[in-house]
């Protein structure tokens, strides 16, 4: 039987080595002493580094990771960016397609690539462990295919993280149980280092060595935990030509500090430049309690010269909340919209949501919630649903038809309307009900989503939002409150740009469409974690078509079990400290 499992599982390989080349790679999770900012303290990590290990595919490809979780609590990884084409059992967000990988355990995701090109990532999706727990994803063109630009000299990747002080999984956990907030980072880092601005950190900046007169492909990703960033090289302008796997018309600035591809050309003198990031703060221009470190790293010119003491500083990086600087660039991203990049934008939309994003309150009942007076704590909430785990994850009960695992009736709208960006909202719209509410999707729906910002209890912010399982198109955006009739006039249906994670703007407004293509379950969220952990989340079931290719592929022989349930974040017990893993 053994050997008749093997060679099924090589015919498998064959056939699909046929549509493209299959990879495989192994993960050991371990936790590793780090020391930054002269303190050491150890973190979980992939291969023994931070950053993580760089997976690189072409276009078509398939990918096996085998993940030995050799850790104390359990993990999963999310493939951010990869459709997944009717494969959700290895897309990875917690108690949403999978139950973690339990310590001392392993799991082998199938990652299956299709039209993605370009720079994509991988992170733990589970609690707040994808601070560590990190890597890029390179997808190179098919080898008939070329890219839509010149063949760049070389190319370097780029990956903007976070730190943080402490056991950060635990510090979560503490301010969860108390309804204090979440903890802030205290810098953030380029290539896993905090850079010259930081205390013990100017020995070991992250220096790229470049050669004069070449152009090379800068690959730069975000993966801070819970903001965003700006990011500019000094005297080099960076010219944007990808966002999210996928190919845009070039776009020249200063500052992007997304998943991007970007052009650079060495023209400068010869010399040492940083290269910086800083955080973009959207939230209450008051509010000062926020990182304000310059991450910093070292682009260095190769040759016999002479230099400062010290590289030139980008004078072109905006400020901390220069939202117009934000602004400025996202609206002239525009996708390439030709013949072998087509912007396929559906047209006759069938299904139209209509969803506020907010900052809430929510009564805590838990007398382990010491750091409120008024008997409330955070919340964030998708048309005033605050989203709530399971204690198993939505596909298996979906695929197995399992009740009392979650509801389908996320609504469509608000639950009411008001004025969404006012400054005087009423007080009894702050309060939040927590669910576990998905929206069901019929296969081949052709969906429109308006995602609104609201300034409940003054928390407007730009929320980043995240849609797994599938890519988009940003028909229109702006500030303000949405008016149906008015706005889509200006819709963009002939080159939106398509990615799967994009900014609703402070007290405004994004839409968005997609055609539900992809049967699964697929979650959607604030890439901010503190809002993603508050509940600013859900998930779209979308059923299967009428044949076997355009239903969901049946699941593997093994998925981790579910024997530790999810614990909710907002307590309603008896005060318990149980750990959720």
Known sequence: M?????????????????????????????????????????????????????????????????????????????????KQPRNPWSDGPEYITQ???????????????????????WHAHSDWTRASVHGAIVVSPATETSRPFPEPDGEEIIVLGSWYSGDLNML?????????????????????????????????????????GKTYLLRVINAVVSAELFFAIARHNLTVVGMDGHYIKPVVTNCPGQTMDILLTT???????????????????????????????????????????????????????????????????????REDHPANVPLNITTRMYITLSLNDMPCRDTTCSATEDGKVFATSANNISWVNPSTDVLLAYY???SGVYTTDFPDNPLSYYNFT???????????????????LNYNEAVEIVFQGTNVVGGAANHPMHLHGYSFFVVGTSSGNFD????????????????????????????????ANNPGVWFWHCHMERHLTWGMDAAFIVKNGDTAETSIRQPPAYLPPCRVPFRSWLQNSDGSDEKRK
């Open 2 to 82: 053994i050997k008749f499992l093997g060679f099924v599982f090589l015919v498998g390989q064959f056939v699909r080595a046929v549509e493209g080349d299959v990879h495989f790679y192994d993960f050991f999770l371990s936790e590793k002493n780090f020391t930054r900012l002269c303190t050491t303290k150890s973190m979980l990590v992939v291969n023994g580094s931070f950053p993580g290990p760089v997976i690189r595919v072409n276009k078509g490809d398939t990918l096996y990771v085998n993940v030995y979780n050799q850790g104390s609590y359990g993990v999963t990884i999310h493939w951010h960016g990869v």
């Open 99 to 121: 139950c973690p990988i339990e310590a001392g355990s392993n799991f082998t995701y199938e990652v299956i690539f299709s039209d993605e090109e370009g720079t994509l990532w």
């Open 172 to 212: 979560v956990d503490e301010d969860l149980q108390t309804g204090d907030d979440l903890p802030h980072s205290i810098a953030y880092t380029i290539n896993g280092e905090p850079g010259d601005f930081c205390a013990c950190s100017n020995e070991t900046s992250y220096r790229w060595m470049v050669s004069y």
């Open 267 to 337: 023209n400068q003198s010869l010399g040492h430049y940083y290269m910086a990031a800083l955080q973009f703060w959207s939230q209450d221009p008051a509010i000062l309690n926020f990182d304000h470190v310059n991450a910093t790293a070292i682009l260095q010119y190769e040759g016999n010269y002479s230099f400062q003491s010290s590289p030139l500083f980008p004078s072109t990086l905006p400020f901390y909340k220069d939202l117009q600087a934000v602004l400025s660039f996202t609206n002239r991203i525009r996708s390439l919209a």
């Open 400 to 402: 197995r038809n399992i």
């Open 422 to 440: 006012s400054d005087n909202i009423p007080a009894n719209i702050a309060l939040t009900e927590q669910g576990t509410k998905v929206k069901v």
């Open 484 to 515: 149906n009739k008015t706005d889509p006039k200006g819709f963009n249906l002939v080159d939106p740009p398509e990615v799967n994670t994009f900014g609703v703007p402070r007290n405004g407004w994004l839409a968005i469409r997609f055609l």
